[in-house]
């Protein structure tokens, strides 16, 4: 009896606990993995027993963590040096991989520029919106279609706290990072039924490389707290499936109420603004 009893308790722990390989596949592909929050989803994935495909632009960065992944988790690990800019990034990973099956995916590639729009050029923005929205599409687009085909797989899209109202000085990238949640949630309601969780995970603040090159002053008591890479993955995974749009720490997700419940949206903009306004001295 005790022996039943065990064994059931231990498939269930094993079944309900996060087996992604059982339930999703093999392989995931991340894009934007050489560093920060992408490498965090990569290693929390090798980490997992599933196969990896990482994508992004240095060659250098992803040959280290592509071999330390490898070696630590045991997995097959391939890269691909792309820039994602660039209006053919998809087509040229699609043409590489050849038919591998993805059941994974992750997109957490992203440009932002701070500043007055104005003063951004038009190049620079178009190249945002061509990583954070048209590649993404793309790959989307065309991977979805083969999980549905299947019967299963994950899509997950980084979004940001920056999405969420109008945000002065990080117009494009908070634009981009709108059509993100709306096109992860949008998805999560059309094939909730047929295997495919989608997820848009929503971060605030979080201490990666490319925060830590912005050089964000601190702008008072009340900011929510910095998390790290590793923190946004485990919570974003814990909701996949569950949820169609997740806020990582609880910090952010008590300020997001505030902004987004209690207060004017006009009120939420001007904070948002002048908070960004403040925190790079603009
Ligand atoms: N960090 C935060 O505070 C924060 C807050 C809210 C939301 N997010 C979201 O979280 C995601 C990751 O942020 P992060 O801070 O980890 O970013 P990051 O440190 O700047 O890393 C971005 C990753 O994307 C790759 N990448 C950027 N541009 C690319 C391009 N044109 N082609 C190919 N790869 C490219 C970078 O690699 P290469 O340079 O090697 O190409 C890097 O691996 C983003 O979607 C961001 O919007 C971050």
């Known amino acids: ?70 070696n630590k988790f045991r997995v097959n690990v391939r890269f691909i040096s792309c820039d994602l800019s660039d209006t053919k990034a998809a087509g040229q990973i699609e043409e590489i991989l050849n038919g591998r099956q993805i059941d994974l995916l992750v997109y957490n590639a992203a440009l932002s520029y701070i500043g007055p729009f104005i003063k951004n050029s038009i190049e620079d923005m178009s190249h945002a919106t061509q990583v954070n929205m048209i590649t993404p599409l793309n790959l989307v687009y065309y991977y979805a279609e083969k999980m549905l085909t299947r019967g299963r797989g994950a899509v997950i899209l980084m979004s940001s706290l920056a999405g969420f109202q109008g945000s002065g000085y990080l117009s494009v990238y908070a634009a981009t990072k ?90 939420a903009i001007n904070i948002m603004g002048d908070t960004t306004r403040k925190m790079y001295r603009l």
């Open 178 to 267: 709108a059509f993100n949640r709306i096109l992860a949630e949008s998805l999560w309601y059309e094939w909730k039924d047929n295997g495919v969780d989608v997820i848009a995970c929503c971060a605030g603040a979080t201490l990666t490389p490319g925060y830590k090159n912005t050089h964000p002053e601190k702008t008072g008591l009340f900011t929510p707290r910095v998390l790290q890479p590793d923190q946004v993955v485990k919570e974003c995974f814990k909701k996949l499936g569950k949820q169609p749009s997740h806020i990582t720490g609880r910090g952010n997700r008590m300020a997001s109420f505030i902004m987004q419940k209690i207060i004017p949206r006009k009120m």
């Open 1 to 70: 009896m005790i022996f039943f009893f065990s064994c059931f308790l231990l498939s269930y722990i094993f079944i309900a606990g996060m087996n992604l390989k059982l339930k999703y596949g093999n392989t995931a592909l991340v894009a934007g993995a050489s560093e920060g929050i992408g490498a965090a989803f990569a290693t929390f994935l090798a980490a997992e027993g599933i196969d990896l495909v990482l994508v992004a632009r240095r060659p250098e960065q992803l040959k280290e963590l592509a071999d330390s992944l490898e």
